[in-house]
């Protein structure tokens, strides 16, 4: 199989917008399900509703791939697998370096949706020497020292960041320096990569932190709150000429403007 190094996707060079390229993995997941169940045509409203797009907006994103279906018929299921699978350049072979085998490391490397969409762990990397050696999900972990020269022996231009924050940046540094060209990033920072290296962010806070606005709004839905009254209006300071001092209640010296102290 041809490696991730020297083949790119071709959805850059066919034009197709962002917002679809993000999408076409959402398709691509309900169109699989539907592989899996053996049905061999889906119409797209179907399609929209698994995917949860509406089905205008996934007619459009499928004509960027040349698909339009058939009137009465719909779209062929594992033509569009095929299809989107190959726009997504998930037909071939990406390697893949984690780095920072934590919790959350650790589970990246046990998940097994890597390899049924075509991208294949090449090394774990920690820079913990206790960890040097030790398999995890069947993988040995490897030391940071040697990062460098594991993407290059592997061919790899995907990079996975596990790391805690503070260090993120000077790992994305060494990856980028190395030949990564794509990085997705689990520390919870914004990382700075020069222009040709894309970045995809994944932080499980931010996106609970979401949630739980939508669940603020939705109980004080519930409770029936409503907006809360316009505070009534202070009272009219009274005329210049009949003011008094706070201090000492005399008017000032001229008889009606008061001498004010300052606050």
């Not at 894309?198 to 669940?215: C, G, N, T, W, Y």
């Amino acid at each position: 199989m041809a490696t991730g190094r020297t083949h790119r996707p071709a959805t850059r060079s066919r034009g197709i917008p962002e917002a679809t390229v993000a999408r076409l993995p959402l398709y691509l997941r309900a169109l699989t399900a539907l592989s899996e169940r053996s049905v061999p045509t889906v119409s797209s409203e179907e399609l929209a509703a698994a995917a949860g797009v509406n089905s205008a907006k996934l007619r459009k994103d499928f004509s960027y791939l040349g698909s339009y279906g058939t009137r009465g018929v719909g779209y062929d299921v594992e033509y569009l697998v095929y299809q989107i699978s190959r726009e997504l350049g998930l037909t071939q072979d990406w390697p893949v370096v984690i780095v920072g085998i934590g919790n959350l490391g650790a589970a990246l490397a046990g998940y097994g949706g890597f390899a049924s969409r075509g991208f294949r762990v090449a090394a774990l990397i920690d820079a913990d020497p206790a960890m040097t050696g030790k398999p995890v999900a069947g993988i040995p972990v490897q030391h940071s020292d040697d990062l460098e020269k594991i993407i290059v022996e592997d061919g790899v231009s995907i990079g996975v960041i596990a790391t805690p924050a503070g260090v993120a940046q000077a790992v994305c540094d060494r990856l980028v320096a190395a030949g990564v060209t794509s990085i997705l990033n689990f520390a919870p920072t914004v990382l700075s990569v020069p222009d040709g290296v894309d970045v995809r962010k994944v932080d499980l806070s931010i996106e609970l932190q979401i949630l739980a606005f939508h669940e603020q709004r939705k109980a004080g839905e519930e409770l029936g709150d409503e907006p809360a009254p316009p505070q009534a209006a202070a009272p009219a300071a009274p005329p210049a000429a009949t003011r008094t001092t706070a201090a000492s209640g005399r008017k000032g010296p001229d008889g009606d403007a008061p001498a004010v102290m300052p606050a």
